[in-house]
């Protein structure tokens, strides 16, 4: 019986792109593999045939042979090509294996043919929690912390050697950080288990790292804390992080921001707000209170005639500043809200309460709110 046209076999048009070929071949090694057929013999007998193409039209020589003198080119007469594929029997682990990588690679340790894996490894990001108060928030402020973490070995260098001597390549995996194994079509790869993936060994590891490259030790760093920072403000120092392992780049540090809660002022971005309790003698006839700024200053604020408890007045300026991006950043303070909560006296004497007494026996309609409350509730009574 003829051979099928590896073409056909594949289900590709001939001068089919290497990825065109590869998209059909995976889509039929899926079909017909024999764990998804049973004992079917002849999805078996396709499954063979499909690698035996694509093992031929995988490979540009193999290919451009193939395209000229068809079958033929693998015959005895016209010369073999390639590893087991002289005599019409090709390399099905082989075949397959390139598109099992390209599925399951990452899972399984890499693409067959990359270079080995780096020995040196980035160190973590850290994140440290940094409490401020509002006056730092206002002003800014320059922060000490201890950082728990790891440092680059100072003995070793970070090379994890003693004496910060080289290290030589694994005789496991040559270098390759990784081993193959042939499982009947499938040709799995795993990392390496005398270097871990490495690629490389250290013969005499450091006795002060045990050969990591990096030590248990807390820093101290000085941190710039800017004006303007909020709760869940984020700073980035680069490198501050966990060290890297064997010489690898250190991690970065990152600074959240929490602000702590302010005994007199209440934040809403650049807007402070602040309760002001004032007397009914200065809430009804008027007059001025004294209040405190952030910046540790006072405003003398005038107090309108009839004022009532909620009422609110605006200090232009003296809120929050901006959290500046860069040196020399523009930009406006936020304002300040003053509310009023007007306090009822406590603890009358004598005369204080006669004086009330005397003062709601002649009052007129000077109560507009209680006035006005009091007749929808007659309206209410009414139906």
Known sequence: MAKRCYYDTLGVTKGAAADEIKKAYRQKARELHPDRNGSSNDAETRFKEVNEAYDCLKDPQKKAAYDRFGHQAFNGGMGGFGRGGAQGHPDFGSAFADVFEDLFGDMMGGRRGGGPRSRAQRGQDLRYNLSVTLEECFSGVQKSIQVPGSSACEECNGTGAEGAAEPVTCPTCSGMGKVRAQQGFFTVERGCPTCNGAGQMVKNPCKSCAGAGRVEKRRSLSVNIPAGVETGTRIRLAGEGEAGLRGGPGGDLYIFVSVAEHAIFLRDGKTLACEVPVSMVTAALGGEVEVPTLDGGRSSVKVPPGSQTGRQMRLRGKGMPPLRHGPGA????????????????????ARQKELLREFEEIQADNSPQSEGFFQKVRNFWAG
């Open 330 to 349: 523009a930009g406006e303070f936020g304002d300040m809200l003053i509310e009023l909560s007007v306090e009822t006296p406590v603890n009358l004497t």
